[in-house]
């Protein structure tokens, strides 16, 4: 059997709550908006992975974590991401890649392509974009509202938080929308 796998920081209870209120900010925007317990930030997404690989996978995750402490993430905008794509596809809550966040992220892509995993997961080309998803837009139904009567959405927001831990996620496509489930959570600690 083969898993949808990705590794993620889930953000506190308190940030999920101030973060969910945009969304009453745009009622006529045609977008799907992203469940509350779905936010988190997405650091790897490994994609399909095979039963036999979750073992590994995850004591790689562990031995990277193991060398990282806690550290803040500030997120200072909502917009549309990704950036200068026209018609946008989402909606985002952004910050600033700390140093640490950068580090953290560079080691897992590092020691996965390292792993026996090389072959089944998919990397990032680009640099590291720190990135909430709000909501994804319907494409169709956004080209078709005037470009003088779209939304304009550049939101400046002032959240922080400390990631104090790291999570393998599963993506479970459903009908109504992904649903997530942590696999293992892993402190950050050195």
Avoid at 4 to 25: C, G, S, V, W
Avoid at 71 to 82: T, V
Wanted: aromatic share 10%; net charge positive; glycine share 4%.
């Amino acid at each position: 059997m083969r898993h949808r796998i990705f590794i993620a920081i889930n953000l506190p209870e308190n940030i999920k709550n101030k973060l969910i209120t945009y969304q009453d900010n745009w009622p006529d925007l045609p977008i799907r908006w992203t469940k509350k317990e779905n936010l988190h930030i997405t650091l790897v997404f490994l994609g399909s992975v095979a039963d036999d690989g979750i073992p590994e996978m995850l004591k790689v995750v562990e031995q990277v974590t193991q060398k990282h402490n806690p550290f803040f993430i500030d997120l200072n905008q909502i917009c549309y991401g990704p950036p200068k794509k026209m018609p946008p596809r989402m909606v985002w809550a952004t910050g600033k890649s700390s140093k640490e966040l950068s580090q953290l992220y560079g080691d897992l892509q590092h020691s996965l392509l390292d792993s026996y995993l090389k072959d089944s997961i998919k990397t990032e080309k680009r640099s590291y974009s720190l990135h909430i998803t709000l909501g994804r837009i319907r494409s169709w139904d956004f080209k078709r509202i005037n470009p003088e009567e779209r939304p304009i959405i550049k939101e400046n927001i002032n959240f922080n938080f400390t990631a104090n831990s790291i999570e393998v996620m599963e993506s479970y496509l459903k009908r109504g929308g992904a649903q997530y489930a942590i696999l293992k959570s892993f402190p950050l600690t050195v």
